[in-house]
């Protein structure tokens, strides 16, 4: 747990060294948590008026069903779209700073607009695949129990280290989804080895910066203070919470590009510890 812990303060400040020279990046995580709720209020209306129009043209069980999951797979593949296409922007600007210019949030998304077919494709795949595991999981747990469970958490430890390069291979290499994840673990497995496994550091550090909220959590259970306390604490609480999460996420991404330039080009990025990067996977 604490070299867990020590690998991840150890990123933070890598990652902290960028953000803190271009604090400004911290609005493509907020311009896509935005997006994510416009989105889904726009969506929600048309869905909402589609069901009733579907019950009142007497349709089946089963054909309100399919129209039900083709709308939450579009969802889903938008919500997907947007958050790929931000997190497109955030790499290229740090692949940028790395490489001694100047980025910028309109810098990161003109990089990211140039990939837009890309992104597209790995958007797509991206949500199917997730749903897959999503609903082989459900599967899986109605008949075994924790079972599935077990099988979601294995399929998205393999998926998520196979694509771990995805994203800076689609901004830099222009490669569609199928070459892109091809790629990725090729990547790895040049750099890395042929067995490996995930690592964690940033997820503790964070769940430390995380740990305040506990308070708030105790004072919104007993109620001290009356309702306007409580609500102060809730909102606080809250804005806390989203804070803490812009921040981290930001500093991973930052990090995942900078992985991505020591393994393409055998060099540390400035102010990153090649030790630190080496770490990142191990070896089972």
Known sequence: MFDRFRRGWGMAKA???????????????????????????TLAV????????GYG?????????????????L????????IVFC???????????????????????????????????????????????????ALLSKKFGFIGDLVQGMGDAIWGVATYFVLPVVVTEGLGP????????????????????????????MLLFLLPLAGFGALLATGAGGPTAISVAGVISLLY????TVVFTTLGTIFRAAVYSYAVTEQAPPDVDADLI???????
């Open 75 to 82: 969802w889903y593949f938008l919500c997907t779209f947007v």
């Open 278 to 284: 080496r770490s990142v996977f191990y070896n089972r």
């Open 87 to 137: 997190n497109a922007a955030l790499v290229s600007c740090a692949l940028q700073r790395f490489n001694g210019t100047d980025p910028s949030i309109g810098s990161g998304l003109a990089a990211a607009g140039t990939r837009l077919p890309q992104i597209l494709g790995w958007s797509l795949l991206a949500a199917s695949v997730g749903l897959l595991l999503r609903g082989l999981q």
């Open 15 to 41: 990652s902290g060294t960028v953000l803190k020279s271009k604090p400004n990046l911290l609005f493509l995580p907020v311009i896509s948590g935005i997006a994510l709720c416009v989105l889904t209020a």
């Open 241 to 244: 919470a989203l804070a803490v």
């Open 178 to 205: 199928i070459k892109a994840v091809q790629r990725s673990s090729s990547i790895l497995r040049r750099t890395w080895g042929e067995s490996l496994g995930g690592s964690t550091g940033l997820g503790a550090v």
């Open 57 to 73: 043209l007497g349709l089946s069980d089963n054909a309100m069903a399919a129209l039900g999951g083709a709308a939450l797979f």
């Open 46 to 53: 048309p869905v909402l008026f589609g069901a009733a129009a």
